[in-house]
Nanobody, 121 residues
Framework: QVQLVESGGGLVQAGGSLRLSCAAS???????MYWFRQAAGREREFVASIRWNGRILNYADPVKGRFTISRDNAKNTIDLQMNSLKPEDTALYYC???????????????WGRGTQVTVSS
């Protein structure tokens, strides 16, 4: 059974760092893996993605230079290192997977349940 489980969220002060991790069950070797986020009252938005070989990375403009996505295919984990956090980064962060590269959350094939990140000012 395919399953994505996020961890690592929490409460942090502005300027701080958090590292999110997504544990994937099943074989995701050929899949593009994503992080999305959804703030209260807002639509789910793309944060970052990484192709199966780890060589093609994409980031949303608001997180470029602050967030880093990585994957370990041997361990089936996808991490999101978040530095210089801002209050506007507060959201529920989701791990997702899709066979085709896209930043459209509607085209994801699998989702985790999310992990909450709260950044205080």
């Amino acid at each position: 059974q395919v399953q994505l489980v996020e961890s690592g969220g929490g409460l942090v002060q502005a300027g701080g760092s958090l590292r999110l991790s997504c544990a994937a069950s099943g074989n995701f070797f050929d899949w593009t893996m994503y992080w999305f986020r959804q703030a209260a009252g807002r639509e789910r938005e793309f944060v970052a993605s990484i192709r199966w070989n780890g060589r093609i990375l994409n980031y949303a403009d608001p997180v470029k230079g602050r967030f880093t996505i990585s994957r370990d295919n041997a361990k089936n984990t996808i991490d999101l290192q978040m530095n210089s956090l801002k209050p506007e980064d507060t959201a529920l962060y989701y791990c997702a997977a899709a066979l085709s590269p896209t930043s459209d959350w509607r085209r994801m094939n699998f989702w985790g349940r999310g992990t909450q990140v709260t950044v205080s000012s």
